[in-house]
């Protein structure tokens, strides 16, 4: 990589190759653990202070693009500045290489954990179980402080946690989602933007319409033909997942849980052991859908199933961000843009509040001792600030002990 490609405009094309965002990617998905945020940091420290390929003003406007748009905000970012650096083969290069780490790691435990039975592996796994409780109640903490910093925020995510109780289904999930983008529209202020904003990379309009076409006519014909089972059935399934996330990677969990546990495709046990089991790994919290396609008793096989599920759920965030890239500059000024995404965003802190109960409490704390340690988990997050690895780490080894003394 020379001087003169690190100093070339933000707007020109493709100052780098596919073969170094593949390495560099390669890198970040072996060690970026921590979830979306961490990510976020990772990426910064890798891409903008040490390599250079765009400024922080640069790099910070294309977090909040990602932030705006449905879909895994990290894996969104990472595409975008695979995309930046490299053209479109430069994006599907960082796509690959950040996701191949956890994705195979995922798939291999899919392959154990169904062999896991009563043994000990079967404690580690119902500590992961308890690992999954402590982790989402700390995401549903720390979003609801975040994205309900006031009254009107605060009674739409309620709100929407009442309206899944009441219609526990994926089609409630959506019906929230709109709600909740109406009620922010009337009920929100939204503060005009303070920065301008530098995101400039070249995706023709083209592009983008065509983009914003395939991710519509998927999302509303892939149920049209889906209905036979098999493999359309499982693309269909983890695509809706992904199109429908707004607001981090663990919202996916409540949507993931509508499309492969209630069809009783994967048990309530293994998909709380799988999800447990995706805190413990680096890269994006979405490669969770290999394990569940390897799982799954739907679609052609393990190997083939999960490759379809992960494909399937990343591909409506990227198809979103190239169709939404040309005209970003002006949209994102638009005051009721915002004040529909903060209403959205209120609206998923609901949605995650419902899953919290069920599946991930219902399923993973069978016991007053289970409950004591999600506890105990749930502080060492949020008052120790314990890292996500440690507590996956204190999981397991709690799980095992309860095992081992017969609880």
């Known amino acids: 990589m020379s001087t003169a490609s690190q100093k070339e405009p933000i707007g020109t094309n493709a100052p780098g190759s ?23 940091g990772y990426f910064r420290e890798e891409i903008v202070n040490r390599r250079k390929w765009l400024d922080d003003e640069t790099y910070g406007e294309l977090v909040g693009l990602c932030q705006f748009l449905p879909g895994p905000a990290s894996s969104q970012v990472g595409f975008g500045l695979g995309l930046h650096r490299a053209g ?30 009563d043994g000990w592996l079967g404690g580690i796994i119902s500590g992961l179980k308890i690992v999954a409780v402590a982790i989402v109640a700390h ?47 009337v009920l929100v202020r939204a503060e005009p933007p303070t920065d301008q904003g530098t995101l400039s990379i070249p995706v023709p309009a083209s592009w983008g319409f065509a983009c914003l076409a395939a991710f519509a006519i998927l999302l509303v014909g892939l149920p049209l033909i889906s209905a036979s089972g098999g493999a359309l059935a499982v693309f269909d399934s983890f695509y809706r997942s992904g199109a429908l996330v707004f607001g981090g990677g663990h919202v996916v969990l409540p949507l993931l849980e509508a499309e492969v ?4 495709w994967v048990s309530a046990n293994d998909f709380l052991a799988g999800y447990g089991a995706a805190q413990a790994v680096p890269g994006p919290l979405f490669t969770f859908a290999a394990y ?13 199933t999960a490759l379809i599920a992960l494909i399937a ?39 995650l509040g419902a899953a919290l109960y069920n599946p991930v409490f219902t399923s993973g704390v069978v016991s007053p001792l289970g409950f004591a340690m999600a506890a105990t988990l749930f502080f060492l997050l949020t008052i120790w600030r314990a890292p996500a690895l440690a507590i996956v780490a ?10 081992l003394a017969g609880f």
């Open 292 to 304: 569940l396609g390897a799982v799954s008793s739907v679609g052609p096989g393990a190997v083939l």
């Open 88 to 117: 479109l083969p430069g994006a599907l290069a960082a796509f690959t290489a950040f996701t191949l780490p956890s994705a195979i790691a995922l798939f291999i435990f899919a392959l154990f954990a169904e062999q896991a039975g």
């Open 261 to 264: 546990v209630r069809p009783g």
């Open 394 to 403: 204190l999981g397991d080894a709690g799980g095992l002990a309860m095992h």
């Open 139 to 185: 995401a549903v903490y720390g979003m609801a402080r975040s994205l309900c910093p006031d009254r009107e925020r605060a009674g739409i995510a309620l709100a929407a946690l009442f309206g899944l109780a009441l219609v526990p289904t994926a089609m409630g999930q959506v019906a929230v989602i709109a709600i909740g983008a109406l009620a922010g529209l």
């Open 18 to 40: 596919a073969g170094e965002v593949f390495a560099t990617f390669l890198k970040l998905g072996f060690t970026s653990f921590g979830g979306p945020v961490a990510h976020l």
């Open 313 to 351: 759920i990343f591909l409506p965030g990227f198809l979103l961000l190239l169709g939404v890239l040309p005209f970003w500059a002006g949209l994102r000024h638009r005051s009721a843009v915002r004040r529909a995404l903060f209403g959205v965003n209120a609206a998923v802190v609901g949605i």
